[in-house]
């Protein structure tokens, strides 16, 4: 890389920091991509996330219950475990020799082994045993989250999806969920094991020699501060990797996804050498990070060595003076190295208990979203014909900007009626309010004479059915996915369905028919292929109403004009809305509406429209010039 070109990276993605004082590489754009992963930080309302929280393990009180009580078991004998050193040391290792019996003291060190290993063995399983039911109750506690917040956002309008990146919502419902479990599953139950040893430590460490004991307590904190500082300064660098590594992954992603236009414009060398730049960045970073992650544990294990030398060397002052033996010297050096283990481990599971919270906040926010408005009155018609009337309908996405205007019009069963107009006229806002993703701020819209507000939702969209501009397909055959607009479809419901709208010849064709596995989205078709199969979904819902939103915008001419016979039959007796930009989907309309800055400005048929020379006829004379 050129100095050139390293200078125009470093304008690109530098700063100075007021804090520092330095250059710093600003990656806050690329690196906000990745911190849609998982919370950061520690949480905004620790205590009433941590009680609800909380609520999802009360159906499991029983097994948490044993689970403590397997940890308690697991505590007491691995510290009488610890504290049976002492008499076998004394008894039958360090002992007078003047006329010694070795005989019996070979059996009671033997008898001494014996229980060692019956505690030990105690020990084992009860971690065993309070580790597998803290992963039960857990595991079903995550379970129920995960079915809450599922249900939840199949509750939650359009809006808020609209509103929400799908990456983010796709985080609180993977990365932050199982943040949480890592923390019921290990953590959790390791605070309370360590809280236990720690207590328990301190009383037999007092009993056994106050003075080692009160060392051990007193030198421990200080090495905690200590080992916070450095754990901090690791922290900093930790962050920094993984803001790094977000921007190298973040401009990985934009460049494969955008390769075709990367190479339309042989920007690959230029892209190389972004990479690269952020790549340096990053490695820089790795090491620095590595580095003091690294020197952390070796230098708390020297710290923890030091307060053990101390413990040592002061108990073997008090065993050369006649006030202490070796067996109680041996106990307290192994008390010494378990309180600060469970302080160590706490210490350090509690950057998993923040990042699990905050997980959890986030979570719940989700929960708390406000979800589709119901006025408990609404109504469930037993069929609905199609008869829609706006009436001057105005509405706005924000309060601060109305999108629409006073907007007037009906349509009944049988009719065709086409929205043209420039994009970001509000022709898909329209298609928005009649299938009450959004409610209208005023006038009124009816269907069958009944405000739409008063229809039920589900049986308001039962009776609506939508071919969109961008098509979704599941994971499944080609028949599940068509069948997917009516559940009770036979098959050859399905397949004629597909022949109304010219699917089944390469539906036919495929390597299964419509057997074929579509996986990704419907990646092993063509653009147009998709689109036929959604609206052939559209097809066999048999709603009376249906919405054409740019519904053959991939589909060639000649599959189009294939599309028209089909499409004319799926449209009789149904009330059929269609937004375009092809004159040929729109010319044949019963009525068409020229829609400009959220205002009818001019309504009637093609003929009508074409003769009155206004905004319709310029463009339909931009589309014949642009053919």
Request: aromatic share 6%.
């Amino acid at each position: 890389m050129t100095a050139e070109q390293k200078k125009r990276l470093d304008e690109k993605y530098s700063y100075s920091n007021e804090a520092t004082g330095k250059k710093e590489m600003n990656i806050t754009g690329r690196a906000d991509r990745s911190k849609a992963l998982g919370a950061t930080g520690k949480p905004k309302n620790m205590g009433k996330t941590v009680k609800r929280l909380a609520s999802y393990l009360k159906k499991e009180k029983k097994t948490i219950v044993f689970a403590v009580i397997s940890a308690l078991i697991h505590t007491i004998t691995s510290l009488a475990a610890s504290y049976m050193l002492r008499p076998i040391i004394n008894k039958y290792i360090f002992f007078d020799e003047t006329g010694a019996d070795y005989g019996p003291r070979l059996l009671g060190l033997l008898s001494g082994i014996l229980v060692l290993a019956v505690l030990y063995g105690a020990s084992v399983l009860s971690h065993w045993i309070q580790q597998r039911l803290m992963l039960s109750a857990s595991q079903s506690a995550l379970e129920r989250m995960r079915n809450e917040l599922f249900a939840k956002l199949q509750g939650l309008p359009v809006k808020y999806f609209d509103q929400n990146s799908t990456g983010d919502i796709m985080s609180r419902f993977t990365n932050d969920v199982d943040a949480v479990g890592e923390m019921l599953n290990t953590t959790l139950i390791q605070i309370i094991s360590g809280a236990l040893t720690v207590v328990g430590t301190v009383i037999l460490m007092v009993y056994t020699n106050p003075i080692l004991g009160l060392i051990t307590v007193v030198a421990t904190p200080i090495l905690t501060l200590l080992s916070k500082q450095i754990i901090k300064k690791g922290r900093s660098a930790y962050s920094r990797q993984q803001k790094c590594l977000g921007a190298v992954n973040g401009f990985s992603e934009e460049m494969i996804s955008g390769q075709k236009v990367v190479k339309v414009f042989s920007h690959e060398k230029t892209a190389r050498e972004e990479f690269d730049y952020l790549n340096d960045g990053l490695c820089e970073a790795q090491i620095k990070a590595q580095f003091r992650s690294g020197i952390m544990g070796p230098v708390t294990h020297q710290l923890c060595n030091l307060i053990y030398a101390l413990v040592a060397s002061v108990g073997g002052i008090m065993i050369a003076g006649g006030q202490f033996d070796i067996g109680g010297l041996t106990v307290s050096l192994n008390y010494t190295r378990q309180f600060n283990r469970p302080i160590n481990e706490i210490s350090m599971q509690m950057n998993t208990v923040f990042s699990a919270i905050a997980g959890a906040e986030r979570v719940f926010e989700v929960m708390d979203a406000e979800e589709e408005k119901s006025l408990g009155d609404e109504l469930r018609p037993e069929k609905i014909t199609g008869h829609v009337i706006l009436k001057n309908v105005s509405f706005g996405y924000t309060p601060e900007k109305t999108v629409l205007h006073d907007i007037s019009l009906y349509a009944k069963p049988g009719q065709k009626i086409a929205f043209v107009g420039s994009t970001g006229a509000g022709k898909t806002t329209v298609t928005n309010l009649l299938s009450r993703f959004y409610d209208i701020e005023k006038g009124e819209i009816t269907i069958d004479g009944i405000p739409i507000e008063k229809i039920d939702r589900s049986v308001l969209r039962k009776n609506v059915a939508m071919v969109l501009q961008e098509v979704h397909l599941f994971t499944g055959t080609v028949m599940e996915n068509i069948r997917y607009g009516r559940l009770d479809a036979t098959d050859e419901e399905v397949i004629e369905a597909a022949k109304a709208v010219s699917a089944h010849p390469f539906i036919e064709q495929l390597e299964d028919g419509y057997m074929t596995v579509l996986e990704n989205d419907g990646a092993n078709l063509s653009g147009g292929q998709r689109q036929l199969i959604s609206i052939a979904r559209a097809a066999i819902s048999k709603a009376p109403i249906l919405i054409l939103d740019e519904a053959t915008s991939s589909v060639d001419t000649r599959t189009e004009k294939h599309i028209e016979k089909g499409m004319d039959a799926l449209m009789e007796d149904r009330t059929t809305f269609v937004i375009a930009h092809r004159l040929s989907t729109v010319r044949r309309a019963n009525a068409i509406m020229v829609l400009e800055k959220g205002r009818i400005i001019e309504r009637g048929d093609h003929d009508e429209l074409v003769a009155m020379g206004g905004r319709y006829a310029d463009l339909c004379n931009e589309i014949v010039k642009l053919d």
